[in-house]
């Protein structure tokens, strides 16, 4: 079964509004998660890193009032996208490092559109 | 992904092997991984292989790995259409960063 999951998997939005993605590790605790982003038929690219207890730190190239990260427990990461545009439509993908740091887990997705 | 790169298209029949290529550039990288994603699906882990090792088999699964010339290979044995995906490569950094491939999307025909 899963060990990290996002929600939700599939979400549209109109532009201009924002939405929250989640990625929860399940049954492990992780210091760190990452946030990528996979436009149509490209490859993943980081986003930014996110720390519990901590800021975010972001890739060059992403704008991070417009992604807001929230790393608030050893199991949850949010991704916030804040005035979302048409182009913002993608599919995000979040993973999580377990404490022994020896471990990856990507979640399922999140496929977001913007209309 | 642009210090990790693959062929983009790989065509081959059904129960012949499949056999996708890749090269990353980062040496320091302790596990190079192999995902694959279908159609409006997520990312699925396929295998991983340590550094310090030369190949790796798991059931139909044959990863090879060349450190000195930095190249990573998938054998997938005895194709079948269930396959049909793109495979990305990847390699981490210390700081558990992935870096991928463009990905090769692998179409088996009957």
């Known amino acids: 079964g899963a060990v990290v999951s996002q929600h939700p998997s599939r979400v549209i939005c109109k532009s201009g509004t924002s939405v929250k993605i989640e990625c929860r590790s399940l049954d492990f605790q992780a210091t760190t998660m990452f946030w990528y982003r996979q436009f149509p038929k490209q490859s993943l690219m980081l986003m930014a890193t996110s720390n519990e207890g901590s800021k975010a730190t972001y890739e060059q190239g992403v704008e991070k009032d417009k992604f807001l990260i929230n790393h608030a427990s050893l199991t949850l990461s949010t991704l916030t996208v804040t005035s979302a545009h048409p182009e913002d439509s993608s599919f995000y993908i979040c993973?999580?490092?377990?404490?022994?740091?020896?471990?990856?887990?990507f979640g399922e997705g999140s496929w977001l559109t913007v209309v | 992904g642009e210090d990790v790169e693959q062929s983009l298209f790989l065509s081959v029949r059904e129960g012949d092997s499949s056999v996708i290529n890749c090269t990353y550039t980062?040496?320091?990288?302790?596990?190079l991984y192999w995902y694959k994603q279908e159609p409006g699906a997520g990312l699925q882990l396929l295998t991983y292989?340590?550094?310090?090792?030369d190949m790796k088999q798991d059931q139909r699964l044959t990863v090879l790995l060349n450190k000195k010339d930095k190249h990573l290979s998938l054998r997938i044995a005895d194709t079948q259409t269930g396959d049909s995906a793109i495979y990305f490569c990847?390699?981490?950094?210390?700081?558990?960063?992935?870096?991928f491939g463009a990905g090769t999307t692998v179409t088996v025909r009957a």
């Open positions: 990847a390699e981490i950094s210390n700081d558990y960063k992935l870096s």
């Open positions: 980062d040496s320091s990288s302790t596990y």
């Open positions: 993973s999580a490092v377990g404490l022994s740091g020896n471990t990856i887990y």
């Open positions: 292989i340590f550094s310090n090792m």
